[in-house]
């Protein structure tokens, strides 16, 4: 009986016996499945390094590039295959922690979606080419003799720091454009507006440690917004003793909402007026003085009361003075505002008036600190959020663009359908990718030009959120690339760079020896207790850090002119949270397995997408856990299955990031909805981000598909009685285990 | 003795199996039943006597295997290092005391000493070759675990070399083909032993050698 011809009674049949079987004599029938002799083969070294043993791993240092937080890792690497990441405790930014996300990235190193040569597009279908023919191509394209030039070209990325960012603007340089793009789906770009204009620094560093309260409006801090394995070490910190308080206040719960101690499901949009609900009770019940503030500022401050707050928010006047009550006793204190504050019209004001309880509560300094002036500018994090994608897709719109570049994002996933993008990039006459995958914007493309994984790559990082020790991270390759027909990022734009300033450029063979270059030229001050260039770059490469020191600075303090505003009830009957996850973010992570395969951590939803509302809103359409819905807005519906879970706002739906993908490989191609899809096109009224959490729409209940459920490890969201989590009220733990 | 244990050792009472422990064990009806239908499984694997083992405080593990020959790139013989010359077999195999595997030597270790002996033989100029090419042969592997199975050789020579007061060093070759084999009388190497569960077992059940699942299968 062969193994593929076994049926499932005789499976459980040899099961059966196996119980006893191989305890007694299955285990003496040789393997045939596994044992193998002269089947495999086996590669000696041809004159190993002496502390290089077959069998045992020796790790090396780089940086994660799985998102911008920019973490240090070390990797396991053995008979020169990297097998394990773990984090660097050597990097201030995380601290020798690292997440799923960072774990992961050997899966996009190893991921057999990945491409492995140059693609050209020829009547309509991609053919292989080599790289001298792609390079050809980019020549006749983008070259000089092209006759192109200034901003008939635009490059769209993802954040881009270090080196790669300092070669990025060179060649943006050297053809004479400005239109470089930096798009992230899921981003702090409001946020970054506010602490600009209210503290005079766009990154001011977030002290969790220092805090004593924080009250976070739809920050998930500790899971996808700022810095989060960095926000993570601290929050350790915070919760000891003594044990820091944390409220949030958003419209779907967030793993940050989740480890809270009070959860506030806040109604969508009128975070703002709750910020402004506990200043008026700061100032009625706790007298604080806010004399020195605007006029307009306390004006706005004294219109919410707590009956007219409590009716727009949704939230009671109880939880409110609760609320004002821990920030006014416990300081100091931190108030943050994310994504789910900031995606309405109206969000920069909602941001801000989050903004004016930290000045109010004397937070600036303390608990938000200076960023310090990171000593080298050029170096230093570009990053963006969707205005870029807006403002890309207006001038496509105005047909600016002759050759496009894409790295590192893909836009035609991330971009709403009203936006249109796919049909505005058909009119761009070249489009060229540089990419890993086989991704929804490189099927668009004309060139696709294949990336080594970061696993195989030079490059320098520097983290958008600095710790309180500034760093450069160094990224190595761990191993051999896969694929030769693969080029580093570095690599890539360095080619490019030779097309156009070859004398300039021409000196350096690869990204490496541009690197080496680069090093020998950075200031002798980071080169403290090293005796030679050689010496300087191996301690980069051996730490995976430069430590770039502290810098101290002061941060400003300006109220600006705002104007919270109730959310409009509009139209349809929901608004739509397009809630982002560590799992899968904004969907870059869809293509590894081992993401999809963890389950989130509210839903316990594997390999899919869901809609999440609250158990009376759900009752009202008529639905349980598990029916299918169809989600409708003004420009287009998607499909998928409910979720019923009580830390959600009535009046709002979740659905999250990640799935529907149309391509992009094996594991992420066809599976779940994008709720990105049907979001409309209202920007928020200061910055001109998207308004991703304004959109409104229509549920209503469809037949199930048959045979299509909702996977979800977990079985139920209550403990039933069984004491999995043992509690004790307040006046038992006084009593017995507090401070007498 | 855990209840496994006497469940396992409950096979050993059955004629025509040699019990190395010396242990004998009544069985309910129903698990000698079990017993008699896995005794018949085990008949059918070919024992043989094993070869008298001289290594002190050690039962070499049973059980033989006829296994097939391997074409290698360059026939390397096993015979003429470790028999005629009298090389120690960690000598080569250098990782073996140090890591789960032996290792194949790496080509820089046979050029060390063929860069000056035996230079006119045929698999000589062949090893030269690919040396010169820089290039390390593509030897098959002829003792293969599942990838379910952890082995490690550095715990074995521990505590039956090094551990071992009464073993000398020079002799390990005694130890290496309790699993190898005698591969002192061959040229390349082929599988004679069949490294299957139960072989492992029984030796680790005669040498007191650690019996949880997860010891192996982690």
């Known amino acids: 009986m062969s193994l593929d011809k076994m049926k499932r009674r005789e499976f459980l049949k040899v099961l059966g016996w196996g119980g006893v079987g191989t305890t007694l004599a299955g285990c003496d029938m040789p393997t045939t499945v596994t044992v193998q002799e002269g089947k495999e083969e086996v590669v000696a070294y041809l004159a190993p390094e002496e502390y290089v043993i077959p069998g045992i791993g020796v790790w090396y240092a780089t940086t994660c590039a799985q998102c911008g937080s920019g973490c240090g890792v070390h990797g396991r690497v053995r008979e020169g295959r990297v097998l394990k990441l773990e984090g660097n405790p050597e990097s201030q930014v995380n601290r020798g922690k690292l997440c799923p996300a960072g774990q992961a990235s050997l899966q996009a190193h190893y991921n057999p979606d990945r491409i492995t040569a140059p693609r050209v597009r020829r009547n309509g279908q991609f053919e292989q080419i080599s790289w001298e023919q792609a390079f050809a191509l980019l020549d006749e394209k983008a070259g000089p003799s092209s006759g192109l030039a200034g901003d008939r070209f635009a490059w769209v990325s993802d954040t881009v720091s270090g080196h790669q960012a300092v070669l990025l603007k060179a060649w943006m340089d050297a053809i004479g454009s400005r239109h470089h793009y930096v798009h992230e789906a899921v981003n ?126 949704g939230v009671t006047g109880e939880h409110i003075i609760r609320i004002a009550g821990l920030l006014n006793e416990r300081g100091p204190s931190l108030v943050l505002a994310g994504a789910s504050a900031a995606g309405h019209a109206r969000g920069y004001d909602s941001v801000a008036a989050a903004m004016l309880l930290n000045i109010m509560l004397g937070n600036v300094g303390k608990t938000l600190e200076s960023s310090a002036g990171f000593p080298f500018p050029q170096l230093a994090a570009k990053t963006g959020g969707n205005k870029e994608l807006l403002d890309f897709a207006a001038a496509l719109e105005s047909k600016s663009f002759d050759v496009v570049f894409f790295s590192g994002t893909n836009p035609v996933y991330t971009a709403p359908e009203a936006l249109k993008l796919k049909d505005k990039l058909a009119v761009v006459p070249f489009k060229v990718a540089f990419t890993q995958f086989d991704d929804e914007t490189a099927q668009q493309a004309d060139l696709v030009l294949p990336l080594r994984s970061a696993l195989e790559d030079w490059g320098t990082h520097v983290p958008a959120a600095q710790p309180e020790q500034m760093q450069i991270n160094m990224q190595q390759p761990l191993m051999e690339p896969l694929y030769p ?4 990022f570095g690599d890539a734009i360095l080619a490019l760079l030779k097309l156009r300033k070859a004398p300039q450029y021409s000196a350096y063979d690869d990204y490496y020896a541009y690197l080496r270059n680069a090093f020998a030229a950075l200031p002798a001050a980071l080169k403290l207790g090293t005796i030679s260039d050689q010496q300087f770059w191996t301690r980069a490469v051996q730490k995976g850090v430069i430590e770039v020191g502290a810098g101290r600075g002061n941060l400003a303090t300006r109220v600006v002119s705002f104007t919270v505003a109730e959310p409009a009830e509009e139209g349809r009957p929901f608004t739509l949270v397009p809630s982002a996850g560590a799992n899968l973010r904004d969907g870059r992570y869809a293509n590894l397995p081992w993401l999809q395969e963890v389950p989130d951590p509210i839903s316990k939803v594997v390999w899919d997408s869901w809609a999440e509302l609250h158990p009376s809103a759900a009752a009202k359409i008529g639905v349980k856990t598990g029916d299918r819905v169809r989600i409708e807005s003004e420009h287009g519906a998607i499909e998928a299955k409910v979720y019923i879970y009580k830390g959600m706002h009535p009046d709002a739906i979740a659905v999250p990031l990640g799935q529907g993908h149309e391509a992009y490989g094996r594991y992420a191609q066809g599976r779940g909805v994008n709720p990105l899809k049907i979001l409309g096109l209202a920007t928020e009224t200061k910055t001109g981000e998207l308004a991703n959490h304004a959109t409104r729409v229509q549920v209503t209940r469809i037949a199930d598909k048959a045979g299509d459920k909702l996977v979800k490890l977990g079985g139920s969201e209550v403990q039933l009685g069984r004491k999995l989590v043992a509690t004790v009220t307040a006046d038992v733990f006084a009593r017995t285990e507090g401070e007498a | 003795m855990s209840s496994t244990q006497r469940l396992f ?98 080509t820089s270790k046979c050029m060390g000493c063929h860069s000056v002996i035996a230079t006119d ?95 192996c299968h982690k």
């Open chain 2, 9 to 106: 050792s409950g096979r050993w009472s059955f004629p025509g199996v040699r019990n190395p422990a010396g242990r004998r064990a009544g069985l309910p009806f129903a698990a000698g039943f079990l017993a008699l239908v896995t005794a018949l499984f085990v008949l059918c694997v070919p024992f043989t006597a094993t070869a008298g083992s001289t290594v002190p405080n050690a039962v070499p593990p049973e059980g033989t295997y006829a296994g097939k020959d391997v074409p290698q790139p360059i026939e390397f013989p096993h015979d003429i290092h470790a028999k005629i010359n009298g090389i120690n077999c960690m000598y080569c195999h250098t990782y073996a005391r140090r890591s789960k595997v032996a290792g194949i030597p790496p």
């Open chain 1, 188 to 313: 702090d770009a409001v946020w970054r507006a506010v602490c600009r204009d209210m503290l005079g620094d766009e990154n001011p560093r977030l002290r969790v440690d220092k805090a004593r309260v924080i009250l976070s409006f739809g920050a998930d801090f500790l899971s996808t917004w700022g810095s989060p394995i960095h926000n993570s070490t601290q929050y350790s910190e915070f919760r000891t003793a003594p044990r820091g308080v944390l409220i949030q206040a958003e419209p779907k719960m967030t793993v940050t909402g989740a480890s809270a101690d009070l959860w506030v499901p806040v109604r969508p949009g009128a975070e703002g007026v709750l910020a402004l609900a506990i200043a008026n009770v700061l100032v009625s019940k706790h007298h604080r003085d806010i004399s020195s503030l605007p006029a307009e500022a306390q004006e706005q401050i004294r219109a919410y009361d707590l009956d007219n707050a409590a009716r727009i928010t």
């Open chain 1, 485 to 488: 027909e693969t080029r580093g």
């Open chain 2, 121 to 215: 033989r045929p698999r000589i100029k062949q090893l030269t070759e690919y040396w010169e090419k820089r290039e390390p042969p593509h030897w098959l592997k002829v003792h293969d675990m599942p990838d379910f199975v952890h082995f490690t050789h550095e715990k074995h020579l521990k505590r039956f070399v090094f551990d071992n007061p009464n073993l000398p060093v020079e002799q390990v070759s005694e130890v290496c083909a309790f699993c190898h084999g005698d591969v002192k009388n061959m040229t390349v190497a082929k599988k004679e032993k069949p490294l299957t569960m139960g072989f492992c077992r029984r030796c680790h059940e005669a040498n007191n050698g650690p019996f949880d699942c997860w010891k």
